[in-house]
């Protein structure tokens, strides 16, 4: 099982979601996402970095993706952003029946449900909720589609309580997975950090998550 040890880092307080990108690319190590599950059907791998780490009251993501054909459409949360160039990442806690899915397109919009897979028991996070999982892309937030090769990143703030979980202590053990993909992109993938043994593409496998040290 893979595993992250996520880093403390207590300045990310202090820091506009704008800068926090190039603080976290400095302070915290790079983990890839590069893993093609599902290669003979889906064969195309972008180049996707992301680097994670935490203050005591929030989780901090920071992706750096390069692919053919950047794509966004999807402007209002909750709309399918895994269909343009999108970045997911799914967590659960130790022994919860549920795990939450983050997916996020490059310019932000977010989708993120509490679920027990892919169909059972699906409840979307609440507007007030969505509200303060807070977003910076490189790309902007409008609409955008661009030829050939291009660079984006994306920093993500997400609060510990959406997860019903107080970062209060340390050495704890969550699991999760991060992941690259878009299904409408002129290249569709399904790529992942944490390998994913199924035959058809499916990013909701809490059995094949990785280890994230808190």
């Not at 660079?151 to 991060?178: M, R």
Request: proline share 5%; aromatic share 12%; charged share 25%.
């Amino acid at each position: 099982m893979k595993k992250i040890i996520v880093p403390l880092l207590p300045d990310l307080d202090g820091i506009k979601m704008e800068s926090a990108g190039s603080f976290l690319v400095k302070n915290s190590e790079e983990h890839a996402i590069d893993v093609l599950n599902w290669p003979e059907a889906f064969n195309y791998l972008p180049e996707a970095k992301f680097y994670i780490a935490r203050t005591t009251e929030d989780l901090w993501l920071h992706f750096r993706v390069t692919e053919q054909n950047v794509k966004a459409v999807h402007l209002i949360d909750q709309e399918e952003v895994w269909k343009d160039s999108c970045v997911e990442f799914f967590v659960k806690l130790p022994y919860a029946e549920k795990y939450t899915n983050f997916e996020f397109n490059c310019i932000g919009t977010c989708l993120s449900t509490r679920r027990k897979s892919r169909t059972e028991d699906v409840v979307p996070l609440s507007p007030e909720e969505m509200q303060t999982i807070k977003r910076f892309a490189s790309l902007g937030n409008q609409k955008i589609e661009l030829k050939g090769k291009s660079e984006w990143q994306l920093t993500v703030k997400i609060p510990f309580k959406i997860l019903s979980f107080e970062n209060s202590l340390s050495n704890i053990t969550i699991y999760g997975n991060f992941y690259k993909c878009g299904d409408e992109t002129a290249k569709p993938h399904y790529v992942s950090w944490s390998k994913i043994n199924t035959e058809q593409p499916d990013f909701h496998q809490p059995d094949f998550f990785g280890m994230l040290e808190l």
